[in-house]
């Protein structure tokens, strides 16, 4: 029998390891892009959901900046309407809120705490931190829709009004907190 030299030994292994280390480097590889391709079929689905569920709020939110500042529809929003938006926006928010990150939630509770009083008693709505009469209008008078003197009920105290100024600060910061969660620059001030 004859042996084989060093070298022929060493072509062979060559040979043959040269393959399995390509073909397994191209199962890693493809591996890998698999990984990566779940991973942006993930996020394009969780950006999807996102923006049906601002679909969704967006409009309620603008809602409740007009009514409660004043400006755009506010008159043909009832105080009933404005209570019923905020019960919308508190179901979907609370559905979906493990959808976005925390900071949309806790933007969000800020911007109700500052348009509504809530927990007034067992089986009562929320109250509006809002005027029936004030320097912009008179809702009972200069609105779309027939005022019903029960509505009375249903806002505070005329010293615990939200303010313009606030409320409109936290109408942007949920809204500015809504659109980096879409992975979208929020606008600069200087535009706004």
Partial sequence: MQSWPSLEIAKLA?????????????????RQLKRLDLSNWTNQKLIEKRLAVY?????RLNKLLCFFTWVGYWKTVSPADAVQAKRE???????????FEGEVYDAY??????????YTGAGQDARLRALIFGPDGDR???CGYTWD??????????????GKPEVRAKYKAVMAT?????????????AA
């Fill in 149 to 162: 003197e029960a509505w009375a009920a249903s806002f505070t105290q005329p010293g615990r009004a939200a």
């Fill in 55 to 59: 679909d969704e709020i967006a409009p």
């Fill in 140 to 142: 009972r008078s200069n």
């Fill in 14 to 30: 060559v040979g043959v390891l040269t393959p399995l280390s390509v073909a397994l480097l191209g199962w890693l590889f493809s």
């Fill in 89 to 99: 926006l508190d179901r979907t928010l609370n559905i979906y809120r493990h959808v």
């Fill in 109 to 118: 509770q800020d911007f109700i705490e500052a348009l509504f009083e809530t």
């Fill in 178 to 190: 809504l659109t980096r969660s879409l992975g979208v620059a929020a606008p600069s001030s200087a």
